[in-house]
């Protein structure tokens, strides 16, 4: 273990150099690729009861180091959240008030302002996350402290997650699966997503079901909602037979409640409308649904939006299937975010952050694979730098998904070899 750990850092120490990670995408994304070897085997090793918590520990936190050191991510949404929390420091509604509306004229400044992007677009993150980007903005209004910020999340998801082990009377060790993450320790530490304050959540509604709270577990996965739309996925699977009633108003209320300081003074829906009418990148089916619509003439919705609900409902159905079926909580949770984001019209390298948890319990070389694959998407960054034009190249898509399809369809003809216990 401790081999890996040394390899796996020799990989990622050489972007500590760059001062900017998006001006050396290239460099970067092969080095975090080949990152990727020493995790799996880490992950192998892990499963086997092999290291110890110091090494873990360890490897982990030096990783995420490592990544703190440059100045500009991959991403740049980290300025997004700045702005926003400013906003919600002000006493302004960020739902209400695009970045560039100039009710706002008085909090910009030379340093955050300029590079907000989408300026015409308003607030689309959830309450958590404005109150998240509040608290980054109060402490130092700076990307630095943001990503520490969304770096203590992440440790607290690697701690849920070794809880959550514990509880299904695994071995802890197999968190290593988050831990040592190469997307993790890029997107978090490096990009500053937010994306860890759902899967905080999400682990601890799994968790306090583990325990049999379902009252607490679906109160936690509301606070998820809170923080990503994308948690009520999960919401079928957590619900049991004599309370689910109970558990629905409980769910119901904290999300309500959590909009209810932002709806007071306006909608609080923001540009989460436009997020979900308009935004599409990296999707696999979505855009085959889409012009295979056009095709037909005439529709009575656009084929944009008919292609946005035709996948909604087949995600229904998909989700429906799976709380039949008689496999731990884990799994389905699992193959649900996988489902949709093979559904969904956009896919963002840190939008996997949330089924890489759940390969502790439920390992699927083809997520592993998935994990490593998407980050083929970053390719379309370098040409957008420099002419402003977003244009993805189709046969790197194909070979983002390919070996994972390939992969699921293999694994499906094998008997499934379950790594955690079944649902009592």
């Known amino acids: 273990m401790i081999l890996s750990g040394l390899w796996l850092l020799a990989c990622l120490v050489p972007l500590s150099s760059f001062p900017s990670l998006r001006a050396e995408v290239g ?90 992007t989408h300026q015409q677009i308003r607030a689309a993150y959830p309450p958590i996350c ?76 799994l968790l306090a079901a583990a325990r049999g709270r379902a009252l607490l577990a679906v109160l936690a996965l509301g606070l998820a909602t809170l923080a990503k739309p994308y948690a009520p996925v999960l919401l079928p699977f957590l619900l049991v037979r004599r309370d689910w009633p109970k558990q629905l108003l409980v769910f119901t209320g904290v999300v309500l409640l959590g909009y209810l300081p932002f709806w007071l003074s306006g909608p609080a829906l923001g540009g989460l409308t436009d997020y979900v009418q308009r935004w599409e990148h990296n999707a696999l089916l979505f855009p085959l649904v889409r012009d295979g619509l056009l095709r037909l003439g005439e529709l009575p919705l656009s084929a944009n939006a008919l292609a946005r609900l035709s996948l909604l409902a087949v995600l229904a159905v998909c989700v429906l299937a799976l709380w039949r079926r008689p496999v731990p909580l884990e799994q389905k949770a699992a193959l649900a975010l996988f489902l949709f984001l093979l559904l969904t019209p956009t896919v963002h390298p840190w939008y996997l952050l949330w089924f890489v948890p759940l390969l502790a319990l439920y390992f699927s070389p083809a997520l592993l694979v998935f994990c490593a694959s998407v980050l083929l998407s970053y390719h379309v960054l370098p040409r957008y730098d420099l002419t402003g034009v977003w244009e993805e190249n189709p046969w790197l898509r194909l070979a983002e998904y390919a070996p994972v399809l390939l992969l699921f369809a293999w694994r499906a003809r094998r008997p499934s070899k379950q790594l955690s216990r079944p649902e009592a």
């Open 27 to 116: 460099t970067t994304l092969l080095l975090v690729l080949l990152a990727f070897i020493p995790y799996s085997v880490a992950c192998f090793l892990a499963f086997r009861g092999r290291g110890r918590w110091p090494t873990l520990l360890a490897v982990g936190l030096l990783a995420r180091l490592v990544l703190l050191i440059p100045e500009q991510a991959l991403s740049d949404d980290h300025y997004r959240y700045i702005w926003e929390g400013q906003v919600v420091l002000a006493g302004e509604n960020p739902y209400l008030h695009a970045p560039g509306d100039p009710a706002l004229a008085f909090l910009r400044d030379d340093q955050i302002w300029p590079k907000v």
């Open 130 to 205: 404005q109150a998240a980007f509040a608290l980054g903005a109060w402490l130092s209004p700076t990307p630095l402290c943001m990503r520490l910020l969304m770096l203590a999340f992440d440790l607290a998801v690697w701690w849920a997650l070794a809880a959550l082990l514990r509880a299904r009377g695994l071995d802890p060790r197999r968190s290593v699966v988050w831990g040592w993450s190469p997307l993790v320790v890029l997107e978090i530490a490096g990009g500053a997503h937010l994306d860890a304050l759902a899967i905080l959540g999400t682990l601890l509604a």
